[in-house]
Structures are given as C-alpha cells and as structure tokens.
C-alpha cells in the first residue's frame, strides 16, 4: 500500500499494559506506535484505582515491610492449587520489582506504598505491602494532551468531577469530625475550583488518571507515535510471523509494518456481550465497569493467528457488587461497592431471603465468588440512618451532601422500620427482621459468629478506625433504614489469549507465534483468576509488558 508506514513495534491499546510496553521498547531504542480504538487514551486503566500488585517491590524494605520471592511464591502457591504455573509466575516475580525500578528511574510514572494487607492473609506466605498505588500526577504537566486522558468513573468523583484519591477517602469521610480532616478536604475542593475556573477540568490526576497521566507524558518524551481513534482491521502475516497491523484510521485503511513485533493490549472484552455470555456466569449485558468499546478486538485477532483462548480459570473476572442508577441521560450508571460501605460498621448484606450470607468485608474478588457459588443474582445492603450519612452507600454521598434525591429516583429504598423496609424489597418480613435482631446482638457483642465479619485481619482494616470498640461491626438501627440493590458484575475480563513467560502468544500446539505478543487482559491471567491482592491486574499487566517489550528488542 502506498500509505505504508513501518515501526520497529506496534502495541495495540493505550492501558497501563499498552503504554508501558511503548516506553519500555522506546527506551531500549525501538521505534514505536501505539494505536488506540478509542478517541482517548487510557482504556479500563483510567477506570480504576490503578494499584499494582508487586511482590518483594523496592518500597517495601525501606518501610520495613519484609517480603522475598520465596515467601510471596509460597503464597501463590497455596492460593492457585492446580493452577500454578512455575515458569510464568517465576518470570512476574523476579521481573516485577525490575519493572518498577525502571519505570520510576526512566519514567513519571510514582507509586505508593499504601501498607496494605493481601487479600488473604492467613495463607503462608502473604504479606503486606505488596500493593503499590500510582501517585498523583500533576495534569499541568500533559498541556494539550490533558485532554486525551480518558475519564474515570464519574460516580467516583465528588462535586461533579473531582476525583478523589485512596488517601483522600479518610480526611473526606471525616471532615466535619476533625479539623485537620476539613483543612486538608477544603484544600483539595479548593484546588478543584481553581481547577475549572482555569483549565475547565481537574488536573489533580489521581488513581488510573494518575498513571495513564504519567505513562502518556512519558511516551511523549520517549517519542512514541501514538493514534488515537484507530481500528485495528487484522493482523498482518508474513509467511508464518506476524509483522504487522492494517489499521483503519480517518477513514483510509493503512497497514502498520512491525519489524520486532506486534503487542496485543486492546483491554479484554468486556464491551462484548456474545463472548461475555460464553465466558462469564451471570454475563447480563451492561453489567461491566470495562469501556463498551473493549470488544475483544485482541483476543479475536490473537485467534485468528492462530491463538486460542484460555476458557478453564478459577475464575474469568476481576468481580464487582454493583449497584446501578440511570445517569441524566438514563444509561445506566453502576457503582462497585469495593468495601466503603459495606465493610463499615451499621451496615449488613442479604439475599432475597432476607438471609446474611458473607461476611461483608471480604474482598470484592471474594464476594464476587460467593455470590456466583450460591446463584445469588441479586442482594440487599441495608443500613440505618447514622451509618448513611456518615458513610454514605453506593452513589449516595455522606454527609453534609444530600441524599433525598435517591430515594425520590427509587436507587435508595428508605423505610421508618425493618419490616416496612422489607415489604419495600420484597423480602419476607419475619426473615429480615429476625436476622436484623441477630445481627444488631452480635454487634452489640463485638463478635460475628456467622461470618466473622471485622474478627480477621484484613475485614477490620477495611472498616472505620474512629469507630469503637470494632472498626466494622455496629448494630443496623436506630431507623431510619435504607437498602440498596446490588448485583453482581465485574471491573473487567481476566480471561484471554494463551501465552508463555515472555508474554508470547502460543499456539493449539503450545508454540509461540513469532511476532505476537499478549499483555493486560488481552493475555490469560497469570493467577488464572485466584486474586491474591489490591492490583492483582494491573501490577501483571505492567510486567508482562515490560518483559514483551525487552524480549521485542531483543528480536
């Protein structure tokens, strides 16, 4: 074709996977494009919370956090059961602390340690620490290209679009409960006006804005071309090597030569119906955080040069309790109820029955499992008055913002009394009101000893440290009560293309397909869906991507 243009790498997708293999390879020498389906750039990574998952990472020593390959092995060990797989999870833990080490010496790319706990901590081997989050980026920085950062979620932000960081959600919840809380909360809002007024949007980036922010200043500078609004069409084959993409891009199609390679990273398919029904339990459509235009575009060109898709995981999804309202435009808007909420003390979870039937401070990847392992379609989290307004639940805001507004659109169900709340959900009154009763006398004794909530460790620190004696555990009452509808969904797919430890795409016959590399959710889980911490997506995504592009130069 006469328009041909020729790169030594093509990556396919603009996530934290697609851009770290471009500026990996650009660093390495390589010329490199990264076209993008989508008009921004960012995919399900400028959804999300954006923390990676690392073991044995360089900011655990110097917080006196030990870890070790062995230890964090041991733990994947146990979690995985039949699923381990040496060579891949050996390839993510050596090279994951590597990537990090490179991408912060060569990068803007900044992480936190947030301390955190794996999600869970009585296997041997689990740890805290390993859980790393992407630090704030100043979006000032990005000049024009601020504008080609995908959005986060909206009903994640206060105020219309401001966005709020994990070490936001303390001194926010707060505010009018201590003074340095409303200090630093005023600060912040007051950084947003500013914002608007000058640059008619936030540029405080924070959680994936944060790190698509800094991953695309970064591939700027690294001279990587990127195309947003690009299709790709097909992969393209010489003889038996992929060395190519033909693209579509304003309307005129291009074929894109890749001397070292082509990087599949399109994000999944959570924006397809027919693959999420053939793959997920419970796929009803919409259901998914993902954007819509992550159809599978990589899995299905994957396949059809000659990959297969890993179908046999302990589970397909990153899972989600998602609570829904429609938008002013009446699309449907869900919240995932991570753990704010629902691990907080005043609130409870149950079935249609009006049954408990989780511990409800269990990881979201855990809820997710239970639901599906019980059918349960649908769910109630019910809370009193107290715990609404000092908490909030789903879209409802804490206070001092209203929350009137949410009944009146039939998102919260409110009731003077359980059993008028029961008659409102459908739910048989003598059941919930019974388990209402039991549930306020173990909070009252500050033991659960139907689910434990708040009795391990991980549940109680997902609770409110203000509240005592027990950070989760708090009777549901006095009245008002209000409920909220919850389903379960998914953050994204996690099921994809077969690959090795260097991230190749490997045949029926379990060889790799010269040139084609598969990385993010494009790939199979490395943990085939066992869940071992906050980043267990991103934090593989990443170092598969910084071992697809090393290995790409090395071609």
Request: glycine share 12%; proline share 6%.
């Amino acid at each position: 074709m006469d328009n041909d243009a020729i790169f030594d790498l093509v990556v396919v997708g603009s996530g934290a996977a697609g851009l770290t293999a471009a500026i990996v390879a650009a660093s390495h020498g390589l010329s490199v494009l990264v076209i993008e389906k989508g008009e921004k750039f960012g995919g399900t990574t400028a959804r999300s919370g954006a923390v990676a998952w690392i073991p044995n990472n360089p900011h655990m020593a110097p917080a006196g956090l030990p870890d070790s390959l062995e230890q964090a092995d041991s733990y994947l060990r146990d979690l995985m059961g039949n699923y381990y797989d040496g060579a891949k999870i050996g390839a993510f833990l050596r090279h994951g602390p590597d990537m990090i080490r490179m991408m912060e010496a060569n990068s803007a790319v900044r992480f936190d340690n947030w301390h955190s706990l794996d999600y869970e901590p009585s296997r041997p081997g689990a740890a805290r620490g390993r859980s790393i989050g992407a630090a704030e980026f100043d979006g000032r920085r990005l000049g024009k290209d601020l504008a080609m950062v995908s959005p986060g979620l909206p009903n994640l932000t206060i105020l219309g679009g401001m966005q709020v960081g994990y070490a936001d959600v303390a001194h926010f919840g707060s505010a009018f409960r201590s003074r340095a809380a409303f200090s630093y909360t005023a600060r912040k809002i007051g950084r947003y006006v500013r914002d608007l007024l000058v640059h008619r949007r936030p540029t405080r980036l924070v959680g994936g804005n944060a790190l698509i922010g800094a991953l695309l200043f970064t591939a700027r500078e690294k001279a990587v071309t990127l195309w947003p609004s690009t299709s790709m069409i097909r992969l393209h084959l010489d003889e038996e090597r992929v060395s190519g993409v033909l693209v579509q891009r304003d309307g005129v199609e291009q074929l894109c030569h890749a001397r070292h390679g082509v990087v599949l990273a399109t994000g999944g398919y959570g924006g397809n119906d027919a693959m999420r029904r053939t793959f997920l339990p419970f796929a009803d459509a919409g259901r998914s955080l993902q954007p819509d235009i992550n159809a599978g575009d990589g899995i299905q060109a994957g396949e059809q040069a000659g990959g297969h898709v890993v179908a046999d995981n302990i589970a397909n999804g990153i899972w989600a309790a998602l609570s829904t309202m429609p938008d002013r435009h009446g699309r449907p808007l869900h919240h995932p109820h991570i753990f704010r909420d629902r691990a907080f003390p005043g609130f409870m979870l149950v079935d249609q029955d009006g049954h408990r039937f989780v511990n409800e401070g269990v990881s979201y990847q855990e809820l997710g499992n239970v639901m599906i392992r019980r059918g349960t379609r649908s769910a109630w989290l019910i809370c009193c008055h107290s715990a609404l307004r000092n908490y909030g639940m789903g879209h409802v805001k804490p206070a001092p913002l209203p929350y009137k507004a949410y009944i009146r659109s039939g998102y919260l169900k409110a009731a003077t009394t359980i059993p008028a709340l029961a008659e409102k959900l459908g739910i048989p009154l003598s059941a919930l009101d019974a388990t209402v009763q039991r549930f306020n006398d173990f909070a009252r004794n500050g033991v659960d000893p139907d689910f434990g909530k708040g009795q391990d460790t991980y549940t109680a620190e997902q609770g409110d440290p203000q509240h005592r004696p027990d950070p989760t555990l708090g009777p549901v009452a006095p009245g008002p009560f209000y409920a909220v509808e919850i389903k379960p969904g998914e953050f994204c797919t996690i099921n994809g293309l077969d690959t090795d430890a260097s991230a190749r795409v490997l045949d029926g016959e379990g060889e790799p397909i010269a040139g084609l590399y598969a990385i993010g959710i494009d790939s199979n889980s490395v943990f085939r869906g066992a869940y071992p911490g906050g980043g267990a997506s991103i934090g593989p995504a990443m170092t598969f991507a910084y071992i697809a592009a090393i290995h790409a130069a090395s071609c």
